[in-house]
């Protein structure tokens, strides 16, 4: 999210979608075959050992422990297999540029068309809405969404006391469990701001944003135990409710 350069563009970064990658690969063993009809058996087996559906899902499921689930509208994301179809070696951050409630809310809206996978509140509570496995649309650059796990943080870009220790700490915490997983580098090579993905219009995290300091907290805390994530905490809805409402409105994100 975040404030934005200029202009607003669509898609998952670039024009358009491209065409899934289960309809190449299974028209490509079509063409292979001749044109020779190939039996339903068959054409299950091969769907099936494609990336991208195949995986067995856990509902509720969190990739970082301690996290909540509350899930994005699927039009927000794309499903995958990270990173066995794509590498994941980046970390991107964002501003919510709004609530933390008015994130959750967009998120959940299926033309909104953008949304991360985690968000981190003030007080460094993290939600967690789109499962690492899947492509969120949170980048503004198809690559980079590919290859990348998107943050989004509650708060302005143009407040610095939008950053608290807590959210810092929090964020950290998240970010290098991240990088443990994906064997990511810490460095601003591979953990950068949503203004730094080529072709963005967007400013987050802006100049408030302390890298030196959350780079120091990600390498702590990637030295500390990493607790597990648990696979089947997911919220009541209740609480879902209770985390969908209030004020604010969220900028456009990173679909663009």
């Not at 068309?113 to 789109?130: E, F, L, N, P, S």
Request: with cysteine; charged share 25%.
């Amino acid at each position: 999210m975040g404030a934005k350069k200029a202009g607003q563009s669509g898609g998952d970064g670039g024009a358009g979608r491209w065409p899934a990658r289960r309809a190449v690969l299974v028209g490509g063993a079509v063409a292979v075959a001749g044109g020779a009809v190939l039996w339903h058996d068959e054409l299950a087996r091969l769907w099936a050992a494609l990336p991208g559906e195949g995986r067995p899902r856990v509902a509720g499921a969190v990739d970082f422990a301690g996290a909540r689930w509350v899930a994005a509208s699927p039009a927000n994301y794309r499903r995958a297999d990270r990173p066995e179809d794509y590498a994941v070696d980046r970390v991107v951050i964002h501003v919510t540029q709004g609530s933390y409630a008015s994130a959750v809310k967009v998120f959940q809206d299926p033309g909104h068309q953008a949304a991360a996978h985690y968000i981190v509140r003030a007080d460094g509570h993290v939600t967690q809405m789109i499962r690492e496995l899947d492509v969120a649309f949170h980048a503004g650059n198809r690559e980079y969404n590919e290859r990348s796990v998107g943050i989004e943080h509650e708060g302005f870009v143009e407040k610095a006391s939008s950053f608290t220790d807590a959210m810092y700490a929090g964020s950290a915490r998240l970010t290098a469990g991240i990088c443990g997983r994906y064997g990511i580098p810490v460095d601003r090579e591979h953990i950068i701001g949503h203004v730094e993905v080529p072709g963005t219009d967007h400013t987050d995290p802006g100049p408030y944003w302390d890298w030196d300091r959350y780079l120091r907290l990600v390498r702590r805390a990637r030295t500390a135990p990493t607790p597990r994530a648990s696979p089947t905490a997911h919220p009541s809805s209740a609480e879902r409710t209770t985390h969908a409402s209030g004020t604010g409105r969220a900028e456009h994100t990173g679909r663009t």
